[in-house]
Nanobody, 126 residues
Framework: VQLQASGGGWVQPGGSLRLSCEASGGTLNSWTMGWFRQAPGKEREFVAAIKRSGSSRLVADSVKRRFTISRDIAKNTVLLQMSSLQPDDTAVYYC????????????????????WGPGTQVTVSS
């Protein structure tokens, strides 16, 4: 499976960005995809995840009022809509993928994902 992420960039505080991650290759009829981020000097942290069926989606408490995750099944793509961005959101955002649908309690664990995208930089500053 290959993951292609796009949509990162620079934005002023209070602005919005939408990240996109497309999965290709393999048999993509059951999966869980998620977003993680890592800021300089910090550990990687979970941001959001969603199942292909759409039956469950999980968003980290720290961003749930501002970030929304969705998916486009036809394109095997997940979208992360980020609004009211703050400097603390500055990080490299990584798309992650695994076959099959995880239980909700496991969706936030990076160790559960088998494939990772190269990361896309999000910078929030004035």
């Amino acid at each position: 499976v290959q993951l292609q992420a796009s949509g990162g960039g620079w934005v002023q505080p209070g602005g919005s960005l939408r990240l996109s991650c497309e999965a290709s290759g393999g048999t993509l009829n059951s999966w869980t995809m998620g977003w993680f981020r890592q800021a300089p000097g910090k550990e990687r942290e979970f941001v959001a995840a969603i199942k292909r069926s759409g039956s469950s989606r999980l968003v980290a408490d720290s961003v749930k009022r501002r970030f929304t995750i969705s998916r486009d099944i036809a394109k095997n793509t997940v979208l992360l809509q980020m609004s009211s961005l703050q400097p603390d959101d500055t990080a490299v955002y990584y798309c992650a993928f695994r076959y099959n649908e995880l239980v909700v309690s496991a969706m936030s664990r990076g160790s559960q994902y088998n494939y990772w995208g190269p990361g896309t930089q999000v910078t929030v500053s004035s």
